[in-house]
C-alpha cells in the first residue's frame, strides 16, 4: 500500500494483480501501520470498472472527504483498492471530465483511449484488439463478418483463463443462476446477440423503461407499423463492452476471494482491535463480496459491508432461489461472515445495472432463451436482476428503506438491508445511466451508519 495525496488521512492504496497478489510483503507491512497509527475504524474502498488508479483515488478522494467532519471522534483509516479493470471512454461519469470521444465511440470504430484500455487490461491481444476496430469501423454487412467480430471478442476477453482466475468456474460468475457452461453469449449467432443490444440501446436512447429495450422491442415487432430490424452493428460495440465486463466479473471475484480477504485475516492477526468497513462500488461489491468467502474460520474483524450499485446478481446471497429450489446464490450464507449488517444500495435510475445487466446475465448464462422473443421486461430483470437495481432478494429477513429512512436510524445490526439510494443516484446518460452516481454525502454517511462509525 501506498500514501498518495488524499482528502483523508491516514489513506494508504492496497493495489493486486488480476490474480489477487500484491506487491511482496508491502501490504503486510501497511496492515501493522494500521495498528501502530492507533486506527479503530478502516474503511475499505474497492472501486467498480475503472482501470486508470488516478480515475480511483480520484474517486476514493471524493467520496472519503466528508467522513472526518461527519464523525469528528472517530480514528478512521481509509483504504483504496486498486486493481486491473477498465471504464469505456463513453460511459459518463457524474462530476467527472468527459472524454472527447464519449458518444462516439458505440457506432465507430475504437477511439484512441479504448484502444489502449483494452490493450493495458488484456495484455497480448494487438492483432485482435486491432481487427476488431476495423470491423467496428467498416461494419461489412456480411453475416460472416459479425461472427468473426464475435469469435475475436471471445479471444480478447479469455473466457477460459488458466492460473487462480480459472478457479471461478461458470457458476460463480453467474452468482448461482444455474446454466450449462461458459458465457453463452458466444455460443449462438453473434447477428441475433448484437440485435438485440441494438434494439436495448435504442430503447435507452430514446427514453425507454430501466427494464429497456424488451419492452420496446415486444411493443414493435415485425408487422407492425414503423418497424424495422435493427442493424446489429449498432449492438456490437455493447458486446464488446459486455464481454469485457464478463472478465472484469470473474477478475472481481478472484481479487476478492484470494487477495482482499486473506488481506483483512493478516490484519485481524496484526491488529485484533481493528474494525474493519467494506466498501465495493459496481463490480467492486462484488470483489468485497467476494473477499468473505476468502475470510479465515473465525475472523470476524468486518463489522459491515456497504454496496454501492452492486454489479451481482441480486440472489447472490440467497439460500435457494426462486426459480429453481435446489440451488444457491454463490455467496449463500457469507452475510454471516459480518459482524454487522450488508447494506446494498440501488437506485431505479441505474440503466446499466436495469437493463444491460440482466440482458447480459441472460445471454451468459442461457443458449436457448437468449434468442427467444424478449418476454416482459420485469420477468428478464426478476430471474437476471442485479444488486444495484432493485437490491438483495429472496434473503429472508432483509430489511428495506429509503434513503432518509436508513439515514435516521438506526439500522439492523446484521443481516442483508436494502436502501433506495434513488433520491441521489440519479444522474447520468445512457447507456449506463446513474450507476456511477456515488459521490454523495448521504451515502458517505450511510457507510458510517452501517458500520456505527461514529
Known sequence: MAEPTMSVTPYWELTFDADGDTEGGRADRSAAEVARRGVRDLIVFAHGWNTDRSAATGLYSRFFAPMPALAPAARIGYVGVVWPSMRFPDEPIPDFPRSAAAGAVRRGALDGETRHALLETFPGRVSAVDRVGRLLEQRPPEEAALEEFGRLVRLLVDVEPHGPQALFAADTLTDGVPHDGGPQMFAGPTAKVCEEFARALAGLEAGGPASGGPEAGAARGPGVEGFSLPDPWDGAHELLRQATYYAMKRRAGTVGERGLGPFV????????????????????????????????????????????????????????????????????????????????????????????????????????????????????????????????????????????????????????????????VRRGGAPAGAHSDIVHPELARLVLAAGRVR
Open 265 to 424: 485475516g493478516r490484519l485481524a492477526a496484526v491488529a485484533p482491535a481493528v474494525r474493519v468497513h467494506l466498501v465495493g462500488h459496481s463490480f467492486g461489491g462484488r470483489l468485497v463480496s467476494f473477499a468473505l468467502r476468502g475470510l479465515l474460520a473465525g475472523v470476524r474483524a468486518v463489522k459491515s459491508v456497504t454496496l454501492l450499485q452492486g454489479a451481482f446478481s441480486h440472489y447472490a446471497f440467497a439460500a435457494r432461489l426462486p426459480h429453481d429450489a435446489r440451488a444457491g446464490g454463490v455467496l449463500q450464507g457469507q452475510q454471516n461472515r459480518v459482524d454487522g449488517p450488508v447494506v446494498c444500495c440501488h437506485s431505479s435510475f441505474d440503466a446499466a445495472l436495469g437493463t444491460m445487466y440482466p440482458l447480459a446475465s441472460r445471454m451468459a448464462g442461457d443458449a436457448r432463451g437468449a434468442f427467444e422473443e424478449f418476454g416482459v421486461g420485469s420477468v428478464l430483470g426478476a430471474k437476471w436482476g442485479a444488486m444495484g437495481h432493485d437490491g438483495v432478494q429472496a434473503v429472508p429477513g432483509t430489511r428495506a428503506y429509503t434513503l432518509a429512512e436508513a439515514l435516521a436510524g438506526p439500522l439492523p445490526a446484521s443481516g442483508c438491508v436494502n436502501v433506495d439510494a434513488a433520491a441521489v
